[in-house]
Nanobody
Framework: QVQLVESGGGLVQAGDSLRLSCAAS????????MAWFRQAPGKEREFVAA????????WYTNSVKGRFTISRDNAKSTVYLQMNSLKPEDTAVYYC?????????????????WGQGTQVTVSS
């Protein structure tokens, strides 16, 4: 089993930055694909970013490209999401997800493990 715990959310103003963290425990972390999704009130959960086990490949949804950066530290079993130039439309609960097969994708159903989520609120 794998447990994921997100942290780092909060209330910020437009233009500010936040760094989300997701700490994994349980199974070996290094071989797993990791991603961040988000869900705003009344909307479906959407893909934000993903990173392969080596960190050599990263994917982003178009709306966050150039503003968000996903990274990971396998020694700490942690994946990060650095969010800069935040906008009110980034307001959502952010979830960390893990694929134990090492793959990454845009679809939520591809990921087997999820964290509890952390709230990010960006005021205008």
């Amino acid at each position: 089993q794998v447990q994921l715990v997100e942290s780092g959310g909060g209330l910020v103003q437009a233009g500010d930055s936040l760094r989300l963290s997701c700490a994994a425990s349980g199974r070996t972390f290094g071989s797993m694909g990791m991603a961040w999704f988000r869900q705003a009130p009344g909307k479906e959960r959407e893909f934000v970013a993903a990173i392969t086990w080596s960190g050599s490949t990263t994917w982003y949804t178009n709306s966050v490209k150039g503003r968000f950066t996903i990274s990971r530290d396998n020694a700490k079993s942690t994946v990060y999401l650095q969010m800069n130039s935040l906008k009110p439309e980034d307001t959502a609960v952010y979830y960390c997800a893990l694929d134990p097969n090492g793959a990454i994708g845009w679809v939520a159903s591809e990921y087997d493990y999820w964290g509890q989520g952390t709230q990010v609120t960006v005021s205008s």
